[in-house]
């Protein structure tokens, strides 16, 4: 199946007239009816084969893209999971969708998620639950669990995803795909539905890592419209593609944490070729991830209550009765840690702790060049695992909340398969703000020399 | 009956007419729009992922007004979410500022005493909402043409102390509002909009009441006065039967002449303030203060006190001849031209103010001269006569004008006298006097 | 915690409407959340500063001018109301308030 090749492989072959747009767009449309029990589209784009016939001299040639439904695409159902926006059409494109637009990149259709992005299973969407498709009775992860699901399935050519405190990463994680999240700053947030406005980070959900790099050069980059994106001039981030790591210091965290000693069998492992790679790897003791799952979770509601605040019915959607269970705990748990007489005692209080953190990576990149972890404390959790506690996501981000509140870069490969479950692990790279390009040489130097990319390994999938 | 004393304090609100809106490029045109619901972008309306990114020339010219006024400019400042729900309010919140205003600890003056500020801040302005009945329902229309316009709040003290006070600092600091050519406050519109916090307390006592109602939803100097006024005797009242007044917001009602509450405040509201995060925060420099006090135009406090100076205008003249920035341009062309031709910018403030000549503003200077002049001939003694003859009564006396430059002010009065008597009638006086002080200054300069 | 502000009161402040079965679960969730925010009130964070931004950027500022590229027209501002009257935007009558 065409739609089964990376993005880099798409647009070789299209170029070399290897395959046609209408042959690539046939067999994705099949894809798309044999798997739509997995529930990944909240919203097909019918027009999708029209957008991409007037593709023919952009960088990515009208291939197809699937988009998190939390980015607004003008003239395209746009609903976050939520039945609040069921009936929402934006009259403008989020400043992502419209350079992947630009680009040449078709939009095949909105990616289900977490209703409003609050959560890591996507099983809280009014939409129903996405399946993950390395092993359906598991749940994807999320937020974007659409997204790195669309992508895991082939129901896409490469994918659009949104982390606040890791949904990139951890349904990357538990899909087996690459997930980048960029330093925050470094694309633009405008037109993407807010949840943490101080932590939400638009990123390309892909096959390959250097997929993800080329994505990532057409989306990010200034906006006038996002007073916080960064004026600093992006890299190319596709030139990081193959640079040696020879060299850099490694420094693995998080491995003392309670509960990982099962794991550590698997993870360790893997972190020999960087060795062989030429790269020094020791262990480093970081500060304790729990601690930012107070300080996430404060600032996430806090910001997220008000940033809910729009939506009463008037302008556009259905009022707030049609809010689902986790949207009211969140907006009323972050109503109530803003409030009178409890500010300080929260958000203030989780703003300082949120200091340490960025103190502490400060601390730990002044030793090395790159911080690895597991992304996620297992593999993908069976489906109905979300409804256990009201604290899940939270929990099961706490090794990627710290570098999600204090805005670094982080990249999610797989590194580590298991042939009875058909689950993966995910390795999360870590570099300093602004320095993408590092943690993409040295994932893409793992996923080269290592075993664990479905599309590198065909024999996996 | 105790004697009671007013403690009131007034939030002037006033929209800045920047070209475009406060966090976003819509047009700033609410009051000349053709249609409602034209000047909107994702921005204004609320849109899912909508993205404020402030005004500089709204920030600039908020700083204006606070150095305008006296006040300090904090060099670190931010912008807070104001968080309360209302169909005018778009995002659920209002982007405002809380606890860093860009400008406060300034002053006021009035005619009946200074009025601290307390503060300046900067914020957003709300959609507007119209009550109607639309197919037999009671409906609210909104338009946002007006959401996200850039509003200045200019918070006092409780200094003002009389009706006539409050309406004194209100007419003031709308005088310097377009005097700085940052708003043009049209009441009728809402172009500035008046709220007083008003109290009273025993004559004598230095405390603070315990309660304050709030005047609120009142257009006009006027009704603002007689609002005060009445308010002040409704609390009495309330006081003397030993009760006190409820916290409440009330309107005025000008038709019955009396204040009616409108909405009763038991708590303050709960607005959950927190920094805007989609909005780095701002840092001035010294240096960038110093430069909008540089471009500060002359306000009307200054200019009066150069007409003085130059042109000997008695403050009731100047008062009037000032109120409007076009008028007193227009007339200090006027009073430069006068001076050239020997007659009293004095009794072209005269003319002017009580309507003794038939002109217009915009006029020429020279049309408006030649009435003056007109005028004074059928006086006794036109200007040019009596400057003729001082000059004469000063080349007499060279040594008394050496005195009077070397700072013996007495001989003036010898001077006086001297041209009055070669006049022989009766003159104004202090139409001499103003045209010896002209002359003596000429001299200096021809020296 | 919730002695001082109740659930009720909170849904009200965050004009979420609640029913009394979702308010006794709410009440629940936001038990187990507060357990795991109240563990922060353990750390040190004496002369520390709040970071509200990671970015540290300042002024950023736009010119006044007017972007005609983004604004709506009339029919894109009210494309998704469910109720419109003569260009306005329709609610049932608000009480007047500030």
Redesign the interface.
């Known amino acids: 199946m065409l739609n089964s090749l990376t993005l880099t492989d798409t647009l070789q072959k299209l170029k070399n007239k290897e395959l046609s747009i209408a042959e690539l767009y046939a067999d994705l449309r099949a894809s798309l009816k044999v798997h739509a029990d997995l529930n990944v589209y909240v919203t097909l784009n019918e027009q999708m084969e029209n957008d991409a016939e007037q593709q023919a001299n952009t960088p990515f040639l009208g291939v197809p893209i699937a988009v998190k439904d939390n980015f607004c695409t003008q003239n395209l159902r746009t609903t976050a999971s939520s039945t609040v926006l069921d009936n929402f059409i934006p009259q403008f494109d989020s400043t992502v969708t419209k350079r992947l637009k630009k680009a040449g990149g078709v939009i095949i259709g909105k990616t289900n998620l977490d209703a409003w992005a609050h959560g890591s299973s996507t099983e809280t969407s009014q939409y129903g639950r996405t399946l993950n498709p390395r092993n359906p009775e598991h749940l994807p992860g999320g937020s974007s669990g659409g997204s790195a699901a669309a992508v895991a399935a082939d129901l896409c050519i490469a994918a659009l995803g949104s982390e606040t405190a890791g949904s990139i990463r951890q349904p990357s994680a538990w899909c087996g795909t690459v997930g980048l999240k960029p330093t925050y700053g470094r694309v633009s947030r405008y037109g993407v539905v807010s949840m943490a406005s101080s932590t939400d980070c638009p990123g390309p959900i892909t096959k390959t890592v250097e997929d993800a790099a080329l994505l990532l050069n057409h989306i990010a980059g200034n906006d006038p419209y996002d007073a916080t994106s960064s004026p600093t001039p992006i890299d190319d981030y596709t030139a990081a593609v193959g640079a040696s790591i020879k060299g850099l210091k490694i420094g693995v965290i998080y491995m003392d944490i309670e509960g990982l000693a099962t794991l550590k069998g698997l993870f360790e492992p893997q972190l020999k070729v960087f060795e062989e790679l030429g790269a020094h790897v020791e262990y480093a003791q970081a500060m304790d991830p729990h601690q930012a799952v107070g300080v996430y979770t404060v600032v996430q509601r806090s910001e997220v209550s008000s940033n809910l605040a729009r939506y009463d019915g008037i302008r556009y959607g259905n009022d707030r009765s049609f809010f689902g269970t986790e949207a009211k705990r969140r907006i009323m748990l972050g109503t109530y840690t803003l409030s009178k007489g409890y500010a300080d005692q929260y958000y203030l209080l989780a703003q300082k702790v949120r200091t340490l953190f960025i103190e502490d990576y400060k601390r730990l990149f002044r030793t090395y060049d790159v911080l690895v972890s597991l992304t996620s404390p297992g593999f993908a959790k069976k489906i109905g695992a979300s409804e256990a506690s009201a604290m899940f996501g939270e929990l099961e981000d706490m090794l990627i909340e710290p570098s999600s509140i204090t805005g670094l870069p982080g990249i999610n490969v797989p590194c580590y398969h298991d042939s009875t479950t058909n689950l993966y692990l995910g390795m999360n790279i870590m570099t300093p703000m602004w320095h993408e390009s590092r943690a993409i040489s040295v994932a893409d130097a793992f996923e080269k020399h290592t075993p664990w990319n479905a599309w590198r390994n065909r024999k996996r999938v | 009956m105790t004697a009671y004393q007013l403690v009131c304090g007034m939030e002037v609100h006033a929209e800045l007419k ?3 809106k406060m966090f ?4 700033n045109d609410p009051f000349h729009a053709a ?9 204004c ?15 600039e010219w908020t700083i204006k007004l606070g150095l305008a006024l006296n006040c300090k400019i904090h060099l670190f400042s931010h912008f807070d ?1 104001k ?1 309360y ?3 005018d309010l ?4 209002q982007i405002s500022q809380y606890d860093q205003p860009l400008c406060y600890d300034g002053n006021l003056e009035t005619e009946y005493g200074t009025v601290r500020i307390r503060r300046i801040h900067l914020e957003e302005d709300t959609a507007k ?3 109607k009945t ?1 197919n037999g ?8 043409n007006r959401s996200s316009v850039p509003l200045v709040e200019v918070v006092t003290e409780p200094d003002i102390i009389s009706p006539v006070h409050a309406k004194a600092y209100c007419k003031s600091l709308r005088q310097i509002l377009r005097f700085l050519d940052i708003a043009d406050c049209d009441m009728e519109q809402g172009g500035m909009r008046l709220e007083a916090n008003v109290s009273l307390r025993s004559a004598g006592q230095t405390e603070l009441p315990s309660y304050k109602t709030e005047l ?2 009142i257009n006009s100097f006027r009704f603002m006065e007689k609002a005060v006024a009445y308010e002040m005797e409704r609390q009495a009242h309330e006081l003397d039967t030993g009760q006190t007044p409820i916290q409440e ?1 009330r309107g005025w009602n000008d038709a019955k002449g009396e204040t009616f509450s ?2 009763v405040k038991e708590d303050a509201e ?1 607005y ?4 805007d ?7 001035f420099t010294e240096e960038d203060i110093n430069k909008i006090d540089s471009e500060l135009p002359e306000l009307p406090a200054q200019l009066k006190a150069r007409w003085r100076t130059a042109y000997d205008i008695e403050p009731k003249y100047a008062e009037v001849l000032t109120e409007e920035k076009e008028t007193a341009e227009w007339v200090e062309h006027i009073f430069a031209l006068a001076k050239t031709q020997h007659v009293l910018p004095a009794t072209v403030a005269n003319a002017l103010v009580n309507k003794k000549i038939a002109v217009q503003i915009g006029d020429a200077p020279s049309t408006v001269l030649a009435a003056v002049v007109q005028l004074s001939q059928t006086d006794d003694v036109s200007d040019a006569q009596i400057s003729e003859v001082v000059q004469i009564v000063l080349a007499e006396n060279p040594a008394l004008v050496e005195q009077y430059m070397a700072g013996k002010t007495q001989v003036f009065g010898f001077l006086m006298g001297q041209t009055q008597k070669k006049l022989g009638k009766k003159v104004n006086p202090q139409q001499v006097r103003a045209m010896i002080e002209i002359q003596l200054q000429l001299y200096n300069h021809k020296k | 915690m919730k002695n001082f502000l109740s659930v009720k009161h909170i849904a009200q402040l965050a004009n979420i409407p609640i029913t009394a079965v979702e308010e006794k679960s709410l009440e629940a969730a936001f038990q187990e959340t507060l357990v795991v925010i109240e563990q922060m009130q353990a750390i040190n964070v004496s002369n520390v500063q709040p970071t509200y931004q990671v970015t540290g950027l300042e002024n950023v500022l736009r010119e006044d001018v007017i972007d005609e590229a983004r604004m709506f027209s009339q029919k894109q501002a009210l494309a998704n109301a469910k109720e419109t009257h003569d260009g306005f935007f329709v609610v049932p009558q608000v009480i007047a308030q500030d």
Request: contains cysteine.
């Open positions: 920047t070209a475009s976003c490029g819509c047009k249609q409602p619901n034209i000047y909107t972008c994702p921005v309306l609320g849109m899912p992922g909508g993205l404020p990114v402030a005004n500089k020339k709204a920030i979410r968080n729900f209302y169909p778009p995002k659920g919140y909402l119209q009550h639309v329902k009671q409906v609210s229309l909104i338009d946002f609120k939803n917001t409108q909405r709960d959950r303030y927190f920094p995060p989609d909005l780095p925060p701002l840092h």
